[in-house]
């Protein structure tokens, strides 16, 4: 299997410059590639990354949960251990152009899972050292903020790539299909996963989006919207590089609470802004043609 390869090329690991994270396309995934080129010439697979990503994510809500400043940065560098693996599962896969169905699906649930564990961890020990049952409710509003907020980014990301026809093993939403019933059967399964968990929100950020363009929908319109390069770096402050690179850093610096009023107020604060724009300034001006 190995043997056929040829030279790995970091450019053809990447998705997009335009519509991936700033954070992503300047820290991480220049990390992961590193990892990538080690890795390009072996037997792992893209898959088995995913599973380390996920293990880590997880190892991460154990340390948070001993509760020490010691701990908790350990914790805050395993959550950017799990980020740099999920970088590098995707740019492994791309390189290879070994897509997988599993993949995609194996990688989106293995998040919410990582999430829910690293959230519980964070909300049980401020609650429980503080006193204060509030801030265990605070941490569920933060893991029910990241979930839907990085839907939002990667509606607007999924979207661009399908315009510019790249990456189409990613749907903008994944309802089951006639051709997914016959195919792969653990794809199948982790699908219906997948659409209990995110099938809800790719549904709500389809009509989200109609509500920001006004209903507009013809393909001119459609292709400027999508493709605009300012909403997709303010939706992009969403995605889930950035958001763990706060988390990351508030561990580290053990700041766990400030974290958690973060991402409340500052990452919501975001999404806003993001719909503003959307649909206040960038509709306008395209309905205007000014837009090219």
Not at 172 to 200: C, H, M, N, P
């Amino acid at each position: 299997m190995t043997s056929a390869r040829t030279t790995y090329e970091y450019e053809k690991s990447l998705k997009s410059n335009v519509s991936d994270e700033l954070v992503n396309v300047y820290v991480l995934r220049p990390i992961a590639g590193v990892i990538v080129r080690l890795l390009y010439n072996t037997r792992v697979t893209p898959n088995q990354l995913t599973v380390a990503s996920t293990a880590a994510g997880l190892a991460a809500a154990a340390f948070y949960l001993q509760d020490e400043a010691r701990t908790t940065a350990i914790a805050g560098l395993l959550v950017m251990l799990k980020d740099l693996l999920d970088s590098a599962d995707g740019q492994l896969a791309r390189a290879r152009q070994q897509y997988a169905r599993i993949g995609r699906f194996l990688d989106s649930i293995g998040d919410f899972v990582v999430d829910a564990a690293v959230f519980a961890a964070i909300g049980w020990v401020l609650s429980a050292s503080s006193g204060n049952l509030w801030l265990l409710g605070l941490a569920f509003l933060g893991f029910a903020g990241i979930t839907l907020r990085v839907s939002y980014h990667v509606f607007y990301q999924t979207s661009f790539l399908h315009l510019e026809d790249k990456y189409r093993i990613n749907r903008i939403t994944e309802e089951v299909r006639e051709k997914d019933l016959s195919g792969d059967r653990l794809a199948l399964k982790l699908q219906r996963v997948f659409q209990i968990v995110y099938g809800w929100q790719d549904r709500f950020m389809v009509r989200l989006d109609a509500w920001c363009r006004r209903g507009r929908g013809d393909e001119q319109f459609l292709s400027r919207w999508y493709s605009d390069t300012a909403g997709l770096r303010i939706s992009g402050l969403v995605g889930m590089g950035t958001e763990l690179f706060l988390l990351m850093v508030c561990s580290v610096l053990n700041r766990l609470e400030l974290y958690l009023y973060l991402n409340s107020f500052l990452m919501n604060g975001i999404v806003v802004f993001s719909l503003l724009y959307r649909g206040l300034f960038l509709n306008h001006k395209l309905q205007r043609g000014v837009v090219r």
